[in-house]
């Protein structure tokens, strides 16, 4: 088996790439980079779908997309599979390890042993690297603990196999041919990366996509007070706050990982307006940050007035409105 290095990082997925890319040799990769060069800020809020009985919103793309983005844009080969039995996806991991390979692999975090109980909820596109074996238990390299751990073959079967939204089926994935990278390729992939997250947050033809969707948001809070009362409404916000501060780095978090991403390509493409609109992204992520208070106010029965819902939703409204100034900017720049 070869070495494996751990890193910690805020965001499982992004984490998962970092590490396996630099075990690759690829040492310039960091988390913003990552994420940036992956397009992974986003916001959806999805209508017709529940989690944990409260509203269903994701502030960055779809599981896996980071991963896929930022190694194609960096001309990186990568394998990807899914299974419908468990044997057979334990059979293909153990043969992967066999072979020295470290792999990433989707998981359900309600069945982690090593989360602490409190956050372990039914949320399954948690990311995960198992980098071996020692008798029957799997080595585990998980970005957003400090060190490693490691997961019985019983244990690691159930999280890579929940059932529920986002139900990982064995997902399993991996580098498997990394070339040389130069700098005109580092380039060439973020501005790549740059005009698609910029194009996803303005132009997709849905409502409740991109800045639009957070308006949608905003409009759906000012009426929550009246049409469920005070304690739903309230569990309703506590949920959205869920998913900002806890699941990934969440709203203010991704805003500030982006931010950070394009502060890195200011000075890779030498082009002092990407630090302007990085500034103008950290500005979002603390926006983000005061409606988390915002909404916990409410959550835990401090404040239940309707002004206190206008509240929440005036400052979405004012979200919406430096991210999309934000996303202009990336759009409309020449690099």
Not at 155 to 184: N, T
Not at 264 to 272: G, V
Request: aromatic fraction near 10%.
């Amino acid at each position: 088996m070869s070495e494996f290095k751990h890193h910690q990082t805020a965001h499982c997925e992004n984490g998962v790439t970092v590490s396996l890319l630099k075990h690759h040799g690829v040492d310039f990769i960091t988390e913003p980079l990552a994420f940036g060069l992956g397009s992974g800020l986003f916001y959806i809020h999805i209508p017709f779908m529940e989690i944990n009985n409260g509203p269903a919103i994701s502030f960055r793309t779809m599981p896996g997309s980071i991963f896929k983005r930022t190694c194609k844009a960096l001309d990186v080969h990568v394998e990807r599979k899914k299974f419908k039995n468990p044997k057979e996806a334990t059979d293909f991991l153990d043969s992967k390890l066999a072979q020295g390979m470290h792999v990433g692999c989707q998981v359900g975090v309600f069945h982690l042993p090593y989360f602490p109980k409190e956050y372990r909820f039914h949320f399954n596109a948690h990311n995960l690297i198992v980098f071996g074996k020692e008798g029957d238990r799997y080595l585990v390299s998980d970005p957003v603990m400090e060190v490693t751990t490691s997961l019985s073959v019983e244990e690691l079967e159930k999280v890579r196999f929940a059932k529920g939204a986002l139900a990982p089926k064995g997902h399993i994935y991996y580098p498997v041919q990394v070339g040389e990278i130069s700098q005109e390729q580092i380039r060439s992939a973020i501005v790549r990366g740059i005009k698609r997250n910029s194009k996803d947050m303005l132009n997709i033809p849905v409502p409740m996509i991109g800045v639009k969707g957070i308006n949608y948001t905003s409009k759906k809070i000012r009426g929550w007070r009246e049409k469920h009362g005070p304690r739903k409404a309230g569990l309703h916000l506590g949920q959205i706050v869920r998913m900002q501060e806890e699941i990934g780095t969440g709203g203010g978090g991704f805003r500030f990982l982006y931010a950070a991403f394009l502060e890195e390509a200011s000075a890779i493409m030498q082009n002092d307006e990407l630090m302007r609109v990085s500034e103008k992204m950290t500005k979002a992520g603390d926006l983000w940050r005061d409606s988390a208070l915002q909404m916990s106010g409410i959550y835990k029965g401090r404040i239940t007035e309707q002004k206190d819902f206008d509240n929440c939703a005036d400052l979405l409204l004012e979200i919406s409105a430096v991210e999309k100034d934000a996303f202009l900017d990336l759009y409309n720049i020449k690099l």
